[in-house]
């Protein structure tokens, strides 16, 4: 098989038999024009070569760049594009829900001002995070996250993100990619005790919007082996590189000689696949 276009990080969803399972496919873009998608599980135990030929495309305009911000936007679609509002960052910045939009009403209204969970998941340790109800449990496959647990659901953004703002003070809020790339076992009862402890830390102020009831979610990625040491793959210092590909664990690619290449960070980059 042979692919050429701009990277764009892999759709993901949840396999229809086993609903523990990530599945994977990738959805790159001429420039900012769909391609067909592909399964990539097929690519799994094959030789796949990338072959990066310089050019990088901002994925909102099309127009060619010479460095990425955020991911794989031009400098001015940082500044101006609505994907890079403060409060995609900073969720507790949102002042949608009062009618106020930060950089673009109509696009606010559609992604902030719509109900959101505050989680803990299970990735290189424990994190918080807030994402949409509509992006569970996507956004956790996105970060590689083993398991994950809702701890409140919240009718928009902002009052999520402010529930996050108040458990930052015990939780993580990153992840650490090396760790999360190697094999994290699942546990749901380090899940459901963190969730009793973030009832405890926000208090009464906010039970109204606690979840009591829902489980602890596992996820399994389609991995062959784990690598032992990380060594990541950039374009821009390595850009011809190819072997086989061992797994898929959040938006990295999984290589043999312990190498990782992170889809999402190359979002823009103009490249050939040939598996």
Same mark, same amino acid.
Request: aromatic letters at 12%.
């Given at each position: 098989?042979?692919?050429?276009?701009?990277?764009?990080?892999?759709?993901?969803?949840?396999? *229809?038999?086993?609903?523990?399972?990530?599945?994977?496919?990738?959805?790159?873009?001429?420039?900012?024009?769909?391609?067909?998608?592909?399964?990539?599980?097929?690519?799994?135990?094959?030789?796949?070569?990338?072959?990066?030929?310089?050019?990088?495309?901002?994925?909102?305009?099309?127009?060619?760049?010479?460095?990425?911000?955020?991911?794989?936007?031009?400098?001015?679609?940082?500044?101006?594009?609505?994907?890079?509002?403060?409060?995609?960052?900073?969720?507790?910045?949102?002042?949608?829900?009062?009618?106020?939009?930060?950089?673009?009403?109509?696009?606010?209204?559609?992604?902030?001002?719509?109900?959101?969970?505050?989680?803990?998941?299970?990735?290189?340790?424990?994190?918080?995070?807030?994402?949409?109800?509509?992006?569970?449990?996507?956004?956790?496959?996105?970060?590689?996250?083993?398991?994950?647990?809702?701890?409140?659901?919240?009718?928009?953004?902002?009052?999520?993100?402010?529930?996050?703002?108040?458990?930052?003070?015990?939780?993580?809020?990153?992840?650490?990619?090396?760790?999360?790339?190697?094999?994290?076992?699942?546990?749901?009862?380090?899940?459901?005790?963190?969730?009793?402890?973030?009832?405890?830390?926000?208090?009464e102020a906010y039970e109204s919007f606690f979840e009591e009831h829902s489980a602890p979610f596992e996820?399994?990625? *389609?991995?062959?082996?784990? *690598?032992?040491?990380?060594?990541?793959?950039?374009?821009?210092?390595? *850009?011809?590189?190819?072997?086989?590909?061992?797994?898929?664990?959040?938006?990295?690619?999984?290589?043999?000689?312990?190498?990782?290449?992170?889809?999402?960070?190359?979002?823009?980059?103009?490249?050939?696949?040939?598996?």
């Amino acid at each position: 098989m042979k692919w050429y276009g701009n990277i764009r990080k892999m759709r993901v969803s949840m396999d *229809p038999i086993d609903h523990s399972k990530a599945r994977y496919l990738w959805c790159g873009m001429d420039r900012v024009e769909s391609l067909t998608t592909t399964d990539i599980h097929d690519w799994i135990g094959k030789e796949v070569a990338f072959n990066f030929d310089g050019e990088i495309n901002c994925v909102v305009s099309g127009k060619r760049i010479k460095k990425t911000f955020g991911e794989g936007m031009s400098y001015d679609a940082w500044l101006k594009a609505p994907q890079a509002v403060a409060s995609v960052f900073n969720p507790e910045l949102s002042r949608i829900h009062e009618g106020v939009a930060l950089r673009d009403q109509a696009w606010e209204e559609e992604h902030h001002n719509q109900p959101h969970v505050v989680y803990i998941s299970q990735t290189s340790g424990l994190k918080v995070g807030v994402t949409r109800v509509t992006n569970v449990p996507y956004r956790w496959i996105d970060q590689g996250a083993t398991g994950a647990i809702v701890v409140a659901n919240t009718p928009y953004r902002q009052l999520a993100g402010e529930l996050e703002v108040a458990l930052k003070a015990n939780l993580a809020d990153k992840t650490n990619f090396r760790k999360m790339l190697t094999h994290v076992e699942f546990d749901s009862e380090l899940l459901l005790e963190a969730r009793e402890s973030a009832f405890d830390w926000l208090g009464e102020a906010y039970e109204s919007f606690f979840e009591e009831h829902s489980a602890p979610f596992e996820i399994h990625y *389609p991995v062959e082996h784990y *690598p032992e040491k990380i060594n990541s793959i950039r374009l821009d210092k390595v *850009p011809h590189f190819h072997g086989v590909l061992q797994g898929i664990k959040g938006q990295y690619l999984l290589f043999d000689g312990n190498r990782v290449f992170n889809v999402r960070s190359h979002a823009g980059y103009r490249v050939s696949i040939e598996v």
